[in-house]
């Protein structure tokens, strides 16, 4: 199936998968890089610490070592002022031993070399006693000392004894070699000092190096082991991600079994949860579109078998879209039909008002829909119920229109024929019912003239019926004959019987005539009933049944129709004594409603006699109908008393109605619509009792 026009895909996966949270960074920064600078800055400060204390050894070496070699070369400078006195006193005595000085000449050198070697003699005892004096010091300060004396001793003896120059000189020599050796023991021993502290910071350095190689590879080793751990962690997680991903990406996707990755979304501080969201939303995105695949195949299986012709159109009504039931019913292939406008089905028996109406709906965004008279594209007439509705997008707009068509061809040539059919039908049920009308009124007149003759005939029967009846009273008076009595017994029954049976005809026909009308009257309902129980009292003792009586529920004083009353509960009773051989009979009344004067009462007539079945039940209240047709012979009868006490009931506007099991016993039941005593008091000179 073609993709219908306006619809929209998916939003693209990516699309769900571009709201990662940005904490999830900040913790990656954070597990990744803190530790690491935190154990740069400490090896930086512990590095710093140890340089500082190297610096300050450095400088405090630095000035002891100044402080030497300002010894030695104080030494140095004194060693070369008392060269130069000595040279200077030597040349004085060779002068005077050759005699080239003058004397006065002679005390001012010597009193100047003097002065000299006071000075330096101050200068050279302030000097060292102030820096501290070691050993070598001393020995220098004694060899200094001694070879000033022997100058001194020297100057004074120039001009006392000239003859001693030479031993002077040799004694100044040898102090002055003394000087020398001492001086000379002096820079050896600072040489000695800067090598051992040289060699000692040289130590020392190579320490704080090892020192800080060995921090820096452990700390080194320590970002590695931090590194390998978090990438072995982070390395599982990624493995059951990119595990996760390689089943979401086969076709076609495997959407179970990513359980371990909800399980990184259990944790809210996990540095992959922003992953495995990704990957939840991306499987949840796939879940949709698949159930989004589903439904679209799902509804385009419906729009391609749809057995009604979908048809979808732009706005200007170019056709996109056919299915095959169009393809079906109108001819025309889907290739050849797609682009065109479907006018070309017309064939101009379309009033133009259907089509100036379906196109107000469209533009009001509303469905429509009606029928068109169209062709196929083999020329024959194609008939159509269309619905056509606009499409619209989410954004609410309209885009396309679609119809769905029915072909009404063959229904309608169905209701053409049928409204033909009918047409000649309603003529044959006018006639008939005509032809009926006049049989009713037939049969009506026909069933009234045989209930008015019926009613005459009985009325007639009454008057010898009488007479017998009479005539048999006196005849029983008047015979002493005991056979002669039994014989009238027989005949009195007999008559009573027939006049039984023409009352209950005279009855039936007075009531199927219209002629008996009931007579509303104030009744003692226990007067009522003593006439009943006298009348079948005789029966009782007859059969020995006990008799058992509730009227106790009811007003005692009613309006209704007496006569027809005592009728039914009469027939009622007389068939309860008839049907029952041994047992009880219970008469009852009750009331099952009132509204003020209006009452409704239940009268029930109970034995424990032979019962009665259920199918028999159904016709039981018909005219000449009993029970079963035995009971005929069994029991005698006529099967006339039910059906007139149904009749007596329902034009008193009540109900009749039987329960009964066969074997059990049985209950007649009768409710009628009474007044009570406020519409007896109106009536009370009427009220009856016997």
């Excluded at 101009?348 to 533009?363: E, F, I, S």
Aim: with cysteine; hydrophobic share 40%.
């Amino acid at each position: 199936m073609k993709t219908k026009p306006g619809t929209e895909s998916a939003p693209p996966i990516s699309a769900n998968l571009s709201n990662l949270h940005p904490s999830g960074m900040w913790r990656v920064l954070l597990l990744f890089f803190v530790p690491a600078v935190l154990i740069a800055v400490v090896i930086g400060a512990l590095n710093l610490k140890a340089f500082y204390a190297l610096q300050v050894d450095h400088h405090q070496s630095d000035a002891s070592r100044i402080a030497m070699l300002q010894e030695v070369a104080t030494l140095t400078e004194f060693n070369r002022r008392l060269s130069d006195i000595q040279l200077q006193v030597e040349e004085l005595l060779t002068r005077r031993a050759t005699g080239t000085v003058l004397p006065a000449e002679l005390e001012s050198l010597s009193r100047e070399i003097g002065v000299r070697l006071t000075v330096m003699d101050w200068e050279f005892g302030n000097r060292f006693t102030s820096s501290g004096v070691t050993a070598e010091i001393h020995a220098a300060l004694d060899a200094a000392e001694a070879q000033r004396q022997v100058m001194l001793e020297a100057l004074e003896g120039v001009a006392t004894d000239p003859a001693q120059t030479q031993t002077y000189v040799q004694a100044a020599t040898e102090k002055q070699k003394l000087l020398t050796d001492a001086s000379n023991s002096i820079i050896e021993r600072v040489v000695n000092d800067l090598l051992n502290e040289w060699q000692s910071h040289n130590d020392e350095f190579e320490t704080h190096s090892q020192t800080a190689i060995l921090v820096g590879g452990l700390t080194i080793l320590l970002v590695l082991i931090l590194w390998l751990a978090l990438i072995g962690w982070l390395g599982r997680g990624l493995l059951k991600l990119t595990g996760a991903l390689q089943k979401l990406s086969r076709n076609p996707p495997e959407l179970r079994g990513l359980e371990s990755i909800e399980s990184l979304l259990a944790n809210p501080a996990s540095l992959l949860r922003p992953m495995a969201e990704s990957v939840v939303a991306f499987r949840d995105a796939i879940q949709a579109r698949q159930q989004a695949e589903h439904e679209l195949r799902k509804l385009s299986l419906v729009v391609e078998q749809n057995p009604n012709a979908v048809i979808v159109t732009d706005l200007d009504a170019r056709i996109e879209y056919v299915n095959d039931a169009f393809v079906a019913m109108t001819g025309y292939e889907r290739d050849w039909i797609t682009g065109r406008n479907p006018r070309l089905l017309r064939t101009g028996k379309t009033p133009q008002a259907t089509y100036a109406a379906m196109w107000r709906a469209l533009m009001k965004g509303e469905s429509w829909q009606g029928e068109f008279i169209n062709r196929r594209r083999d020329g024959s007439e194609l008939l159509e119920r269309a619905i056509i509705m606009p499409l619209r997008q989410p954004s609410g707009e309209i885009t396309h229109y679609v119809a769905i068509k029915r072909d009404i061809t063959n229904r309608k040539r169905m209701e053409a024929e049928l409204e033909r059919y009918h047409a000649h039908l309603e003529q044959l049920v006018a006639e008939r019912t005509r032809e009926l009308h006049q049989a009713k009124v037939a049969a009506e007149m026909a069933n009234q003239s045989k209930s008015e003759f019926l009613a005459n005939v009985t009325h007639e029967l009454l008057t010898p019926m009488n007479a017998i009846m009479g005539l048999t009273h006196l005849a029983r008076q008047s015979a002493q004959d005991n056979g002669q009595q039994a014989q009238l017994e027989k005949v009195e029954g007999s008559a009573r019987h027939l006049l039984s049976l023409i009352n209950n005809l005279l009855d039936l026909s007075q009531i199927e005539a219209g002629q008996a009308s009931p007579e509303p009257q104030a009744v003692n309902l226990k007067c009522l009933l003593q006439q009943v129980l006298d009348g079948i009292q005789p029966h009782l003792k007859q059969k020995s049944l006990s008799l058992e009586i509730d009227f106790d529920s009811v007003p005692e004083n009613v309006l209704t129709d007496g006569e027809g009353l005592r009728k039914v509960l009469l027939n009622l009773t007389e068939n309860a004594v008839k049907f029952t051989p041994q047992g009880e009979i219970q008469i009852t009344a009750r009331t099952v409603a009132q509204d003020g004067d209006h009452y409704r009462i239940r009268f029930s007539v109970s034995d424990t006699g032979i019962g009665i079945s259920n199918k028999q039940m159904e016709r039981l209240f018909q005219p000449f109908e009993q029970a079963d047709n035995s009971t005929t012979r069994r029991f005698g009868g006529n099967g006339l008393g039910l059906a007139i006490s149904k009749r007596i009931i329902e034009r008193l506007g009540g109900e009749i109605g039987a329960e009964s099991d066969p074997g059990t016993g049985s209950t007649f039941w009768f409710e009628l619509p009474v007044y009570g005593a406020g519409a007896v008091s109106t009536h009370s000179e009427d009220i009856q009792c016997g």
